[in-house]
C-alpha cells in the first residue's frame, strides 16, 4: 500500500471509513502489522489510536449489547432518565411510502426487531420517500442478502443499505436491561415481582438495598397499572401473617383489588396476608368441592378458599385470628354476595377447631343419608404451623356417634427436607398420633426459597384419632397461635 504513493494521511481516513463498513479492516491492519520496517513509525500511531478510539456506535457488526444503555449508568442510584440517552447506527433502505405497506411482510425477518421503535421513519430529505429501519443483527456489515435484494428487484428499489444515527432514549429500554446496566457488574439482577393490585411487591437482595428506590420508579415507569412499589423488609409474622414493607416508589395507599379466578377481593396489602402465587392451589381445591359440600378454613385470610366455595354453592365456615383479615373477610363476603353462606370466625385456629368445627361435625356426619352425602373438607393453610394444629384432632368426637364418613383435612406445610412429601406427612402423623401410611397424598405446591417447598398434604382423619377416647396419662399439646 505504502508504495503505491498513498499518503499516511489518505490511509488514515480511507481505513477510518472501511472499520465503519467493512469486517476485514482488523486483516489489512494485521497486513500492514507483518511490515514493521516498511511503515514509517509516524503512520503505525496514526493508525493504532483511529482504530483503538473508534466509537462503539461505528461498529455495524452483530453486537448483543447493541441496545444495552450507555455504561456511564453503571452505580446509579437516584433514577437519571436523561444519563440513558446513547445513539447506535443502524441500516435503513429509502422506500417510496405508497408502497412501503407491500414491501415489510415479504422484509419482516430483516425489520428492526425491537418493541418500541418505529420501523418505518420520515425520510428528513424526502417528503415522498420513509426510511424502513432493519435489523442490524441481520445486516451486520450494511450489505443485504440475495433473497432481501430479490425482494427489492420486485419492488424496483435499488439494494442501497444507508447508515442512520438512532437516538435510543431511557423509554428505549427493558425492565431487565435497566437494572441489568445500573446494578454492579456480576450481581443478581431480579426484575420479577408479585402484583397485586395496582401494587408491585419485591423482595429485595442485600445487594440490592442501595438501589431500591430507583428499582421502584423504573418498575412504575414500566409496568402500566403499578402506582405503588413495596420491599418486604421482615419474614412474615406466625400470628397475623402480614410482614413489615417499605414503600420505595409511588403511592402509600396499600388498599387494593385484586381478582383471582372469577372473584374479586378488596384488602389492605399492609395488614392482611395475599399471595397472588397461590391462585392455582385456591382453585385446585375449590375443584374439589360439590354443591353442598361442608368447607371449614381455618385459617382464611380475607377469603380466597371460603368465597369461591360459597359461590359454589357450598356451606362454609371461615376463621382468622388477624382482626383485620376478619374485617376484609367480612367485606368480601358483602362485595361477592355470599354473606349468607359463610358463617365468619375471629378465633385462634385451635380454638376453631375445638369450638365450631367439633360442633357442626358432631352434628353434621350423622345427619348423612343415602341420598345427602355431604362431603366435609378442613383447609389449613398456615404452612409454618399448620401440622402442629393436627393434635387438636386427637379424640375431637371422642364420646359422640360415629358418622358413615369422615372429612379430609387438606393442611399446607412448609418443608426444606430432601424428601418433602415424606417429611411432610411423617409430621404430620406425629402431630396425630397416628399412621397415615396409604391414606393421604401429597401435593407439591410451590417453590418458596431455594431448598424450601410449600406442599399440601391431604387426607380423612382416621376414626381411630377422630373418635378414640384419650388414655389417661395423654395431656393435650398446646401449639404456638
Same mark, same amino acid.
Not at 6 to 14: H, V
Not at 201 to 220: F, K, T, W
Not at 236 to 245: H, K, L
Given at each position: 500500500?505504502?508504495?503505491?504513493?498513498?499518503?499516511?494521511?489518505?490511509?488514515?481516513?480511507?481505513?477510518?471509513?472501511?472499520?465503519?463498513? +467493512?469486517?476485514?479492516? &482488523?486483516?489489512?491492519?494485521?497486513?500492514?502489522?507483518?511490515?514493521? =520496517?516498511?511503515?514509517? =513509525?509516524?503512520?503505525?500511531?496514526?493508525?493504532?489510536?483511529?482504530?483503538?478510539?473508534?466509537?462503539?456506535?461505528?461498529?455495524?457488526?452483530?453486537?448483543?449489547?447493541?441496545?444495552?444503555?450507555?455504561?456511564?449508568?453503571? =452505580?446509579?442510584? !437516584?433514577?437519571?432518565?436523561?444519563?440513558?440517552?446513547?445513539?447506535?447506527?443502524?441500516?435503513?433502505?429509502?422506500?417510496?411510502?405508497?408502497?412501503?405497506?407491500? $414491501?415489510?411482510?415479504?422484509?419482516?425477518?430483516?425489520?428492526?426487531?425491537?418493541? %418500541?421503535?418505529?420501523?418505518?421513519?420520515?425520510? *428528513?430529505?424526502?417528503?415522498?420517500?420513509?426510511?424502513?429501519?432493519?435489523?442490524?443483527?441481520?445486516?451486520?456489515?450494511?450489505?443485504? %442478502?440475495?433473497?432481501?435484494?430479490?425482494?427489492?428487484?420486485?419492488?424496483?428499489?435499488? *439494494?442501497?443499505?444507508?447508515?442512520?444515527?438512532?437516538?435510543?432514549?431511557?423509554?428505549?429500554?427493558?425492565?431487565?436491561?435497566?437494572?441489568?446496566?445500573? $446494578?454492579?457488574?456480576?450481581?443478581?439482577?431480579?426484575?420479577?415481582?408479585?402484583?397485586? %393490585?395496582?401494587?408491585?411487591?419485591?423482595?429485595?437482595?442485600?445487594?440490592?438495598?442501595?438501589?431500591?428506590?430507583?428499582?421502584? !420508579?423504573?418498575?412504575? #415507569?414500566? @409496568?402500566?397499572?403499578?402506582?405503588?412499589?413495596? +420491599?418486604?423488609?421482615?419474614?412474615?409474622?406466625?400470628?397475623?401473617?402480614?410482614?413489615?414493607?417499605?414503600?420505595?416508589? =409511588?403511592?402509600?395507599?396499600?388498599?387494593?383489588?385484586?381478582?383471582?379466578? @372469577?372473584?374479586?377481593?378488596?384488602? #389492605?396489602?399492609?395488614?392482611?396476608?395475599?399471595? *397472588?402465587?397461590?391462585?392455582?392451589?385456591?382453585?385446585?381445591?375449590?375443584?374439589? $368441592? /360439590?354443591?353442598?359440600?361442608?368447607?371449614?378454613?381455618?385459617?382464611?385470610?380475607?377469603?380466597?378458599?371460603?368465597?369461591?366455595?360459597?359461590?359454589?354453592?357450598?356451606?362454609?365456615?371461615?376463621?382468622?385470628?388477624?382482626?383485620?383479615?376478619?374485617?376484609?373477610?367480612?367485606?368480601?363476603?358483602?362485595? @361477592?354476595?355470599?354473606?349468607?353462606?359463610?358463617?365468619?370466625?375471629?378465633?385462634?385456629? /385451635?380454638?376453631?377447631?375445638?369450638?365450631?368445627?367439633?360442633?357442626?361435625?358432631?352434628?353434621?356426619?350423622?345427619?348423612?343419608?343415602?341420598?345427602?352425602?355431604?362431603?366435609?373438607?378442613?383447609?389449613? +393453610?398456615? *404452612?409454618?404451623?399448620?401440622?402442629?394444629?393436627?393434635?387438636?384432632?386427637?379424640?375431637?368426637?371422642?364420646?359422640?356417634?360415629?358418622?358413615?364418613?369422615?372429612?379430609?383435612?387438606?393442611?399446607?406445610?412448609?418443608?426444606?427436607?430432601?424428601?418433602?412429601?415424606?417429611?411432610? !406427612?411423617?409430621?404430620?402423623?406425629?402431630?396425630?398420633?397416628?399412621?397415615?401410611?396409604?391414606?393421604?397424598?401429597?401435593?407439591?405446591?410451590?417453590?418458596?426459597?431455594?431448598?424450601?417447598?410449600?406442599?399440601?398434604?391431604?387426607?380423612?382423619? &382416621?376414626? #381411630?384419632?377422630?373418635?378414640?377416647?384419650?388414655?389417661?396419662?395423654?395431656?393435650?399439646? !398446646?401449639?404456638?397461635?
Amino acid at each position: 500500500l505504502w508504495r503505491f504513493g498513498f499518503s499516511a494521511r489518505l490511509l488514515k481516513t480511507n481505513h477510518f471509513r472501511t472499520a465503519a463498513s +467493512n469486517a476485514s479492516f &482488523p486483516a489489512v491492519w494485521m497486513l500492514l502489522a507483518q511490515y514493521p =520496517g516498511r511503515i514509517p =513509525g509516524s503512520f503505525v500511531k496514526v493508525q493504532r489510536n483511529s482504530f483503538f478510539t473508534m466509537p462503539e456506535t461505528i461498529e455495524g457488526k452483530a453486537d448483543p449489547e447493541l441496545y444495552s444503555p450507555p455504561p456511564r449508568v453503571r =452505580g446509579m442510584t !437516584q433514577l437519571d432518565r436523561e444519563a440513558f440517552k446513547r445513539t447506535i447506527v443502524v441500516p435503513v433502505l429509502k422506500v417510496k411510502k405508497e408502497i412501503i405497506g407491500s $414491501l415489510l411482510k415479504p422484509l419482516k425477518h430483516t425489520l428492526l426487531q425491537r418493541p %418500541g421503535l418505529k420501523r418505518v421513519i420520515e425520510d *428528513p430529505d424526502d417528503e415522498n420517500s420513509r426510511l424502513v429501519m432493519l435489523d442490524p443483527h441481520k445486516i451486520p456489515e450494511f450489505s443485504l %442478502g440475495g433473497s432481501e435484494q430479490e425482494v427489492l428487484k420486485q419492488f424496483n428499489i435499488p *439494494p442501497v443499505v444507508s447508515k442512520y444515527d438512532l437516538e435510543l432514549t431511557y423509554e428505549s429500554f427493558k425492565l431487565e436491561e435497566i437494572l441489568r446496566a445500573v $446494578l454492579p457488574e456480576g450481581q443478581e439482577v431480579t426484575s420479577g415481582f408479585s402484583r397485586v %393490585g395496582h401494587i408491585a411487591h419485591l423482595n429485595l437482595r442485600d445487594h440490592q438495598l442501595p438501589y431500591r428506590y430507583l428499582i421502584g !420508579q423504573v418498575i412504575i #415507569d414500566k @409496568n402500566p397499572g403499578v402506582t405503588s412499589v413495596v +420491599n418486604k423488609t421482615s419474614i412474615i409474622d406466625s400470628t397475623y401473617r402480614n410482614f413489615e414493607m417499605e414503600v420505595l416508589a =409511588g403511592e402509600s395507599n396499600l388498599v387494593t383489588k385484586v381478582k383471582e379466578n @372469577n372473584t374479586t377481593y378488596e384488602l #389492605d396489602f399492609s395488614k392482611v396476608y395475599w399471595n *397472588p402465587r397461590l391462585s392455582t392451589e385456591h382453585g385446585r381445591i375449590v375443584e374439589l $368441592l /360439590r354443591p353442598g359440600d361442608v368447607l371449614f378454613d381455618v385459617f382464611a385470610g380475607v377469603g380466597p378458599f371460603a368465597i369461591p366455595a360459597a359461590k359454589k354453592k357450598c356451606r362454609v365456615f371461615a376463621n382468622d385470628l388477624n382482626p383485620e383479615s376478619y374485617t376484609w373477610l367480612l367485606h368480601n363476603c358483602k362485595l @361477592n354476595k355470599v354473606g349468607d353462606k359463610i358463617k365468619a370466625f375471629n378465633m385462634d385456629g /385451635r380454638d376453631f377447631l375445638l369450638g365450631p368445627v367439633r360442633e357442626e361435625l358432631s352434628k353434621g356426619l350423622l345427619l348423612q343419608t343415602e341420598e345427602q352425602k355431604p362431603s366435609f373438607h378442613i383447609v389449613m +393453610n398456615l *404452612p409454618a404451623l399448620a401440622l402442629e394444629f393436627l393434635a387438636a384432632f386427637r379424640h375431637l368426637l371422642a364420646g359422640a356417634a360415629r358418622g358413615a364418613a369422615l372429612p379430609t383435612v387438606h393442611c399446607y406445610a412448609f418443608s426444606k427436607h430432601p424428601e418433602p412429601a415424606r417429611d411432610v !406427612q411423617q409430621r404430620a402423623e406425629a402431630s396425630l398420633g397416628a399412621s397415615l401410611h396409604a391414606r393421604c397424598s401429597v401435593h407439591a405446591v410451590r417453590n418458596v426459597a431455594p431448598n424450601k417447598e410449600m406442599m399440601c398434604l391431604s387426607f380423612q382423619l &382416621p376414626a #381411630d384419632v377422630l373418635y378414640g377416647r384419650p388414655c389417661p396419662a395423654e395431656g393435650e399439646e !398446646q401449639p404456638e397461635r
